[in-house]
């Protein structure tokens, strides 16, 4: 087992154990030395922990009681519990900040590959804290496990695919960015080339698994505007010679080299984590924090409502003609007047709905899209209720849903113009709500009037109103509601008769304004980032309803709060009214393309500007940008949007997210670096949320 001398000045014996998805390691502190030790990760978390620690104490002669503290970290710190050691845990991305800065004290660049994924780290070279991090999305590419599976194929060992891959005179291209793709590439080259005895063949095949994962991560490290130097490889693939080799040549960089092996990086830094809380443990922020959040039984009143209202859609005595949408540049003023019941289609789909939805679409369809289509395929008693869907063009994918929907019901497709400056485009989107107002009038058998719309104007403006007062309630430094309460407000809006709806918000507003001065006589007067919560917007791509696992990880894991939602199902189309005075056609169009733009709206440059207005009034401390995966009006535009961002001082984290739950550790994993980002050095901050 590897001893190394130990440069730092802690004088208790402590642990740092990262747990990664393929291989677990650990290093124990003594004050004089720092014993390292490495095993394979098992099924259970614990055992292989545990495993660990009597290895380290073996070797270094220290008993287990002797331990002051642990520090978990890696893709297996959140299953890890010590009852007899105290202990924490921290994400890998401060971790191998941290381990390398002690290894490298001049490093400004971290690249980390590991068994499941790949992070590209900057970091402040004077304290090793994190300035920015990038992460590859769930996929296997340009990982560990990317070249064992390669190797596994070639039949060579692991630890000789970059010795081959330095070998090769003619490197394979591998095009595919997807193991599965890639391992179908493999198999063909090695059906042309490959005999008994070749090895050229299986070298230039190494090779070129070797350029691909080179360029994946590559294009990670472009993300943050390449290599600043000095610059690390840390993880289980630093060991391989020739990533290393040829990760030099794509970045430009040369690695800093070290007697230590940086496969280590990560518990390196977790052992200085747990130095840094043997020396001064403090008091976790859930119990140092001298406010709590109100409760307002928010959350149950508006499931209540919401679940009352889509009984009575589902029923159909009443004798009401049912119309659906998607989008909320849909006039509800229109159908309201109308007098049919109608609702928003914006639910989320489990894995079995996804599966039917993807029947009709390809796969690169978002998962959005293809919860629309299975909600109707597997008869959800709340689309089979519907008896029209009106659907205006907004994306690629959402038009091509709502065309696979007519096979299941009638489809009214209706034009929405992306130039909304233009004049002409006001008076086009006039006309279409005039088309729109006749459909509905023939769907009803009534006749709408322009005092009926107008009426209806002033009605949804009340809402609109009352959603954005009770919103700025969070602009406070200790919000009276959380981001979880005002999306299931907002919510009711889509699901809810405005004129039942509108009694429950005038009742809810007054209720939290008196709370919220009541809260104001007695807030702490410590008000700086430090004391107070940490304040996120959300931007992007829609929040579904059901879609909720993201805000409990930050509001109910990591004690921050959403402050602000900009997307098309959050607070975003609650900013702007519609004109009450004048022709009520003309009103709504100017009203819904004057409302905050989707990313499909052009310019882009006003979403983007609105985007960053909105985080400066709430004061946010970092935006969560969400692509949902495969969403074109996000995905291609969100460079522009994090350019923004920066520009205005705030940090981003950008998620690509799908309704799956399988990358739960890695969201959490996201989400606590950046919180461990934004509180800055551990041993100056708190450490929590």
């Not at 614990?46 to 002669?61: H, S």
């Not at 508006?302 to 009352?308: A, V």
């Not at 949408?325 to 789909?349: H, N, Q």
């Not at 400056?421 to 009037?449: H, K, M, P, W």
Request: charged content about 25%.
């Amino acid at each position: 087992m590897p001893r190394y001398v130990c440069r730092l000045n802690g004088t208790e014996a402590v642990i740092g154990l990262d747990l990664g998805s393929r291989a677990s390691k650990g290093a124990l502190f003594t004050g004089k030395h720092i014993f390292v030790a490495l095993t394979a990760t098992g099924l259970y978390m614990q055992e292989t922990a545990d495993d660990l620690v009597r290895k380290l104490c073996d070797e270094a002669d220290v008993a287990r009681q002797a331990i002051r503290h642990i520090t978990c970290t890696g893709y297996g710190r959140v299953a890890l519990s010590f009852s007899d050691i105290p202990y924490n845990v921290v994400t890998e991305i401060s971790c191998h900040a941290m381990g390398a800065h002690v290894l490298f004290p001049s490093v400004r660049t971290i690249i980390d590959i590991g068994g499941q994924d790949s992070k590209i780290i900057k970091i402040n070279p004077s304290n090793g804290s994190v300035r920015e991090f990038a992460m590859n999305d769930k996929c296997a590419a340009g990982t560990g496990q990317f070249l064992e599976k390669a190797a596994l194929l070639l039949g060579i060992p692991l630890d000789q695919m970059g010795h081959q891959a330095l070998r090769a005179t003619a490197p394979a291209d591998i095009s595919s960015q997807c193991v599965v793709f890639a391992e179908s590439e493999m198999i063909s080259l090695r059906a042309k080339g490959a005999r008994a005895g070749d090895t050229g063949t299986i070298s230039n095949i190494a090779a070129g698994i070797h350029y691909s994962a080179a360029r994946r991560i590559n294009n990670l490290l472009s993300r943050l505007g390449g290599a600043e130097k000095d610059v690390a490889l840390t993880g289980g693939v630093s060991r391989n010679q020739g990533m290393r080799q040829i990760l030099e040549n794509m970045a430009g960089a040369k690695f800093v080299a070290s007697d230590f092996d940086t496969t280590f990086a990560g518990a390196l830094g977790a052992g200085v984590f747990a130095e840094k809380k043997a020396a001064s443990v403090r008091k976790s922020v859930a119990a140092s924090l001298p406010f709590q959040p109100v409760k307002t039984g928010i959350i149950p009143e508006m499931e209540n409502l919401i679940n009352e209202a889509q009984s009575e859609f589902i029923d159909k005595k009443n004798g009401r003609k049912k119309a659906v949408y998607f989008c909320t540049y849909t006039p509800l003023e229109i159908l309201s007047a109308a007098g049919v019941d109608y609702m928003r289609l914006f639910k989320t789909g489990d894995p079995e709905t996804l599966s039917a939805g993807e029947l009709h679409t390809q796969s690169v369809f978002c998962d959005f899209c293809k919860s629309s289509i299975g909600g109707f395929e597997r008869t959800n008693p709340l689309y089979s209720a519907a008896d029209i869907l009106y659907s205006f063009h907004t994306c690629a994918s959402i038009k091509r849903a709502s065309e696979v929907i007519e096979k299941f019901l009638p489809v009214r497709f209706l034009n929405l113009p992306k130039m909304r400056n233009r004049e002409s485009s006001r008076a086009f989107f006039a006309g279409e709500i005039r088309v729109f107002t006749q459909d509905l009038e023939n769907l009803s058998g009534g006749q709408l009037t322009d005092d009926d719309i107008r009426e209806r104007i002033i009605l949804y403006n009340k809402l609109r109103v009352l959603l954005k007062r009770m919103s700025e309630l969070r602009k406070q430094p200790y919000p009276i509601i959380s981001g979880r309460e005002f999306l299931e407000l907002a919510k009711a809006y889509y699901y809810v008769p405005p004129q039942r709806l509108l009694s429950v918000y005038e009742r809810m507003y007054l209720e939290l304004s008196s709370e919220e001065k009541s809260q104001a006589a007695t807030a702490p007067l410590d008000q700086s980032t430090d004391a107070r919560p940490l304040r996120f917007m959300i931007s992007g791509s829609i929040g579904a309803d059901g879609d909720d696992r993201l805000l409990d990880l930050i509001e109910g894991e990591l004690g921050a709060r959403v402050v602000v939602e900009d997307h098309c199902a959050g607070f975003k189309p609650f900013y702007y009214t519609v004109r009450e005075t004048g022709d009520p056609i003309r009103a709504l169009a100017d009203g819904y393309l004057d409302q905050a733009p989707c990313a499909r709206m052009k310019t882009l440059e006003d979403n983007v500007k609105f985007s960053g207005l909105l985080a400066q009034e709430y004061n946010v401390d970092a935006v969560i940008h969400v692509t949902l995966k495969f969403c074109s009006c996000y995905g291609v535009t969100k460079r522009v949007f994090f350019e923004h961002f920066q520009s205005l001082g705030l940090p981003v984290l950008d998620l690509s997210h799908s309704y799956a739950s399988s990358d739960y550790g890695q969201v959490k994993t996201r989400l606590e670096a950046m919180r461990e980002l934004l509180r800055g050095e551990y041993g100056k901050r708190h450490a929590g949320g």
